[in-house]
């Protein structure tokens, strides 16, 4: 059986971006919805009255959720564009935080550390 690593392309497709970004936006939402009060019933007898003076908190959990979808939906499109586009087609076969120059450790009792140039190993 073959362990097919999934290419930078497959991993970040535009509509998981747009995914992720409406999840940002619903939980926002959600929470200023749950913190302005919007479920109690002395907000909604005051609605009901028309004495809410103000922004009622559908609103300003709307007003929150579309600013916190744009803003996700921006940062994400700007990550996006750190990514070289030859870079896309690679797949992921190594640990991305490791230089090119040093290879990764090959798991001997040195500690990971590899010597430097021009030095002998410890004994």
Avoid: C, W
Avoid at 50 to 63: A, D, H, I, Q, R
Avoid at 74 to 87: E, W
């Amino acid at each position: 059986m073959t362990d097919q690593k999934p290419t930078r392309k497959e991993i970040l497709r535009p509509l998981h971006l747009v995914g992720i970004a409406l999840g940002a936006g619903i939980f926002a939402t959600v929470v200023t919805l749950v913190s302005t009060g919007a479920f109690t019933d002395r907000v909604n007898m005051s609605i009901a009255k028309g004495t809410y003076e103000g922004l009622t908190p559908l609103g300003l959990g709307l007003v929150i959720g579309g600013a916190s979808f744009i803003v996700t939906l921006l940062g994400l499109a700007m990550l996006m564009l750190a990514v070289d586009p030859a870079d896309v087609t690679k797949t992921i076969d190594r640990p991305v935080l490791y230089d090119d120059k040093h290879p990764a450790p090959s798991g001997d009792d040195s500690g990971g550390e590899t010597p430097p140039t021009g030095a002998a190993p410890a004994p």
